[in-house]
């Protein structure tokens, strides 16, 4: 069975840096074709895609956010750790951490989300 | 970025009527590589279709998904009160990826 969970912060103020880790079990991100990526949602607006960590290590991140997003993996421990500088109030959201098995699939397990609030 | 666009944005149905909600791409989406996921309130999406037409694991066959290139369809024949929920369609086919802004399907 495949699972995600998301931890970290719950309220940052403005200027701070976000890190957020995804941990995973019953999957493994040196699995050939898997990958792992950060969704998020500002309250009640669409999905926003982040980022996404391959198998091999390969990152791609949003244009929009792209100098301030940064994506590691930790195959040893089962993680992915997102970091976000320079939080502002607009990047309020529930930040998610997905898998995808394959590159043909979309992401077909999501952690529950954690809701991260910026605010002075 | 491909942009994806959602239509219409909100969709007022009976239970046993179908629904057809669209998503159009700014360019071709490689390989037909699009997604459709449902997000009830308070939850995380679901994924419902890969590869343009592929349904998940444990997805009811009244889900289905078509098109190509830039036009892509979901369809919910004979819609159940469960099916009321939000959609929203990705494009995994680039480098970067992308989500639609979504259709509300409500109940008339």
């Known amino acids: 069975q495949i699972t995600l969970k998301e931890s970290g912060p719950a309220l940052l103020k403005p200027t701070q840096t976000l890190t957020l880790t995804c941990s995973f079990s019953?999957?493994?991100?040196?699995?050939?074709?898997?990958?792992v990526g950060w969704i998020r949602q500002p309250p009640g607006k669409a999905l926003e895609w982040l980022a996404l960590?391959?198998?091999?290590?390969?990152?791609r991140y949003s244009p929009f956010l792209e100098s301030r997003l940064s994506v590691t993996k930790d195959n040893f421990n089962n993680e992915v750790v997102l970091t976000l500088t320079d939080m502002d109030p607009v990047d309020t959201a529930t930040y998610y951490c997905?898998?995808?098995?394959?590159?043909?699939?979309?992401?077909?397990?999501w952690g529950p989300g954690i809701l991260v609030t910026v605010s002075s | 970025e491909v942009v994806l666009t959602q239509s219409p944005g909100t969709l007022s149905l009976s239970p046993g009527e179908s629904a057809t909600l669209s998503c159009r791409a700014s360019?071709?989406?490689?390989?037909?590589?699009l997604a459709w996921y449902q997000q009830k309130p308070g939850q995380a999406p679901r994924l419902l279709i890969s590869?343009?037409?592929n349904r998940a694991a444990g997805i009811p066959s009244r889900f289905s998904g078509s098109g190509s290139g830039t036009n892509f369809a979901l369809t919910i024949s004979r819609l159940e009160p469960e099916d009321f929920a939000m959609y929203f369609c990705?494009?995994?086919?680039?480098?970067?990826?992308?989500f639609g802004q979504g259709t509300k399907l409500e109940i008339k």
């Open positions: 590869g343009a037409s």
């Open positions: 997905v898998h995808s098995s394959e590159l043909w699939l979309g992401y077909g397990h």
């Open positions: 019953g999957f493994s991100l040196s699995t050939s074709g898997g990958s």
């Open positions: 360019e071709s989406v490689t390989s037909t590589l």
């Open positions: 960590i391959y198998w091999d290590g390969e990152k």
């Open positions: 990705h494009q995994y086919g680039s480098l970067l990826h992308s």
